[in-house]
């Protein structure tokens, strides 16, 4: 699998991760940690790219740190049927999904059930934004139709339980990831030749993201005051 590293925001304008802050002042979760902010997040996030490495081969570039109007991507994949925009999530118990709304069980260390039905912020809110957005450009550039999203599960402790309508073409735990499941969100048949303009597009798109925040530093930014 080849790998790449999009520049962080906070390289491009020396204000890190200011859209967290602007997230967590209006009140709204934020399904992604910055480097530092979630250690149990950034792990997650390792385990899966350590997974994605034993299972995929070099058909596959994995994109890091992409951001654009919607928010953050965890990672993007390009290969041999598409993109898929991937988020983790470090949620644990039995995670259950109705549209957008997510609920989990608790339990404690010894397996016994101390809440039922508790309810959680949407883990996939960022990702579904973020991908469509990256999909209206990747359709006026490439040959991409559709962007698929994943949402993985990282806990060691999680388990999926009623997962209906979650907007997404994978819900599933980071043990459960394999090729064949990946290959089956992905739509897209796109010419391997294709692959590498693909990528650049996605370059070209967050680097265009990285100006205008560049541009607004200091300001509150609107694009993530939709409701």
Same mark, same amino acid.
């Given at each position: 699998?080849?790998?790449?590293?999009?520049?962080?925001?906070?390289?491009?304008?020396?204000?890190?991760?200011?859209?967290?802050?602007?997230?967590?002042?209006?009140?709204?979760?934020?399904?992604? *940690?910055?480097?530092?902010?979630? %250690?149990?997040?950034? #792990?997650?996030?390792? =385990?899966?790219?350590? /997974? !994605?490495?034993?299972? $995929?081969?070099?058909?596959?570039?994995?994109?890091?740190?992409?951001?654009?109007?919607?928010?953050?991507?965890?990672?993007?994949?390009?290969?041999?049927?598409?993109?898929?925009?991937?988020?983790?999530?470090?949620?644990?118990?039995?995670?259950?999904?109705?549209?957008?709304?997510?609920?989990?069980?608790?339990?404690?260390?010894?397996?016994?059930?101390? *809440?039922?039905?508790?309810?959680? %912020?949407?883990?996939? #809110?960022?990702?579904? =934004?973020?991908?469509? /957005? !990256?999909?209206?450009? $990747?359709?006026?550039?490439?040959?991409?139709?559709?962007?698929?999203?994943?949402?993985?599960?990282?806990?060691?402790?999680?388990?999926?339980?009623?997962?209906?309508?979650?907007?997404?073409?994978?819900?599933?735990?980071?043990?459960?990831?394999?090729?064949?499941?990946?290959?089956?969100?992905?739509?897209?048949?796109?010419?391997?030749?294709?692959?590498?303009?693909?990528?650049?597009?996605?370059?070209?798109?967050? #680097?265009?993201?990285? =100006?205008?925040?560049?541009?607004?530093?200091?300001?509150?930014?609107?694009?993530?005051?939709?409701?």
């Amino acid at each position: 699998m080849n790998t790449v590293q999009l520049d962080d925001l906070a390289d491009a304008t020396g204000a890190p991760h200011w859209w967290m802050r602007t997230l967590r002042g209006l009140g709204r979760p934020a399904t992604h *940690a910055p480097p530092g902010f979630d %250690a149990a997040a950034q #792990a997650g996030i390792q =385990r899966m790219v350590t /997974r !994605l490495e034993a299972i $995929l081969d070099d058909n596959w570039t994995l994109i890091g740190g992409f951001a654009n109007g919607g928010g953050r991507l965890d990672h993007i994949l390009v290969g041999p049927r598409g993109v898929l925009a991937l988020a983790c999530s470090a949620l644990n118990g039995r995670i259950h999904c109705d549209g957008q709304r997510w609920r989990r069980d608790k339990f404690d260390l010894y397996n016994s059930l101390v *809440a039922r039905d508790v309810p959680v %912020a949407d883990p996939a #809110a960022e990702l579904f =934004r973020a991908a469509m /957005r !990256l999909q209206q450009v $990747l359709l006026g550039h490439t040959s991409i139709r559709h962007v698929a999203m994943a949402l993985v599960f990282t806990h060691p402790a999680a388990t999926l339980g009623h997962v209906l309508h979650a907007r997404l073409d994978l819900v599933t735990l980071l043990s459960d990831l394999k090729s064949a499941t990946l290959l089956q969100a992905m739509s897209g048949q796109p010419d391997h030749r294709t692959i590498d303009g693909v990528v650049e597009v996605i370059r070209h798109e967050h #680097a265009r993201f990285l =100006r205008d925040a560049g541009k607004k530093r200091g300001k509150r930014p609107a694009l993530f005051l939709e409701r």
